[in-house]
Nanobody
């Protein structure tokens, strides 16, 4: 069974960089045709697909966040990480990592982690 677990700070100050990691068990992040995604949910914006990293290592980021977002991976730890720079209170949300057969389709989700941006 595929399981994903997000980890990272629950509170970040404005202008700092948010880094969230997703540790995967029950599957490999290099499994052919797998896509590993970051999605966030906030009351004001709803669900927002942020970006993904493919089994090949190729990354995709939504245009609205491209200037301050990157996604990396550590295959030795079976883990992928979201980096979001220059955060503002508008980045306050529950952040989820997920796995799917396409970058916009998710079959398995982590439980989500609340991130608050506040001074």
């Amino acid at each position: 069974q595929v399981q994903l677990q997000e980890s990272g700070p629950g509170l970040v100050k404005p202008s700092q960089t948010l880094s969230l990691s997703c540790t995967v068990s029950g599957d490999s992040i290099t499994t052919n045709s797998s896509y590993w995604t970051w999605i966030r949910h906030s009351p004001g914006k709803g669900l927002e697909w942020m970006g993904a990293i493919a089994y090949s290592g190729k990354t995709y980021v939504v245009p609205s966040l491209k200037s301050r977002t990157s996604i990396s991976r550590d295959t030795s730890k079976n883990q992928f990480t979201l980096h979001l720079n220059s955060v503002t209170p508008e980045d306050t949300a529950v952040y989820y990592c997920a796995r799917g057969p396409r970058r916009t389709t998710q079959e398995y989700w982590g439980q989500g982690t609340q991130v608050t941006v506040s001074s």
